[in-house]
């Protein structure tokens, strides 16, 4: 028996997220054919994060395991063939029998990406959520500080959520703006919640606004209330860029 190690790129558009649902097209039940495809058993495939319905990742990390000889060298050609364009194999890697890419990650990073400019995108228009208004991105980085440290985030977390419980770390969250109107929110922590950091880039926008003061977060963190922050950010925003181990 053999445990693979994956790296994943993908274009979330298409799909109805990582987590295979009957009838619908998704991330990992379209490796897991591909899998089938190469070595001809059905596999299960564990992934380090569920993405939602439309967000995208650069380096989403998966396993399964096989008794396939397939060499290593051959995996990410092999998948390759067989996935849809907007799902590519980076890398693969022998993995220990014990290693799953899910309960192993000690922390993820993700980037939400909000288009801030008067005109929208034709080619990112997949990539990041159109907000004409001005955003003003000193009050947004004095209002992230509040979501530093390890919280109840029970305020970001999705209506439906099935986490055992809303006790998440954030690490560090940073705000860049770049010339073309682009404004990047990285943020990084163990692990997040259900829709978890849409919520959080909604809210954040909120302050851009000016509907929200900075130190309003705070408040918003101690209410453990879903409806006193704001909407949940578009997915089309949202990459999964880093998993760590």
Not at 150 to 176: Q, T, W
Not at 231 to 239: F, N, Q, V
Request: net charge positive.
């Amino acid at each position: 028996m053999r445990n693979i190690r994956l790296t994943l790129e993908y274009e979330g558009t298409c799909y109805a997220g990582w987590q295979a649902q009957p009838g619908l097209p998704t991330i990992q039940g379209a490796l897991a054919a591909a899998v089938k495809a190469v070595t001809g058993t059905d596999v299960k495939i564990i992934g380090a994060s569920r993405t939602d319905a439309g967000v995208h990742a650069f380096a989403q990390t998966a396993n399964f395991k096989t008794e396939s000889s397939i060499p290593i060298q051959s995996v990410i050609n092999a998948l390759n063939s067989k996935l849809p364009p907007d799902i590519v194999v980076k890398g693969a890697e022998e993995a220990p029998l014990n290693f799953d890419s899910r309960r192993d990650s000690t922390g993820k990073t993700y980037i939400y990406k909000i288009l801030n400019r008067q005109c929208p995108s034709a080619l990112l228009r997949r990539f990041s959520w159109f907000v004409p208004q001005r955003l003003d991105a000193e009050k947004m980085r004095e209002a992230s500080g509040y979501f530093i440290g390890r919280k109840d985030f029970s305020s970001f977390k999705a209506a439906d959520s099935d986490a055992v419980h809303s006790i998440r770390e954030v690490k560090s969250i940073e705000i860049l703006e770049n010339p073309d109107g682009i404004m990047e929110i990285t943020v990084n922590g163990t692990a997040f919640l259900r829709h978890m950091i849409r919520i959080m880039a909604g809210t954040l926008v909120a302050v851009g606004k000016g509907k929200l003061k900075p130190e309003d977060i705070s408040c918003i963190i101690g209410e453990r209330d879903r409806t006193k922050a704001y909407a949940t950010a578009p997915a089309d925003g949202l990459i999964l860029m880093k998993v760590e181990y």
